[in-house]
């Protein structure tokens, strides 16, 4: 994974959107209580079918990327300053 991506954010809303599109309040109602990357990435996330489908689909997959600097800066700050 491409770190400081936004991957975690892409990865609850999509989760949440599941949740939401399957009517699983129960799974609703716990990702809104967790923070962003622990929702992202529990068991609850990745036992509901995601409306982006699988990784065996015929999906086209994209990435955007950043200035590798404006990368390096952002990420010494974010682990360094914390």
Known sequence: MISKNGHSVIQYVSCLLA???SGNLEVQNWLLSQS???????????GIRSIW??????????VFLRDPLDRFVSGWLFVCHR
């Open 36 to 46: 962003t990357y622990i929702g992202a990435f529990s068991p609850s996330c990745r």
């Open 19 to 21: 949740a939401v599109q």
């Open 53 to 62: 489908g699988r990784d065996e689909d015929a999906y086209k997959k994209f």
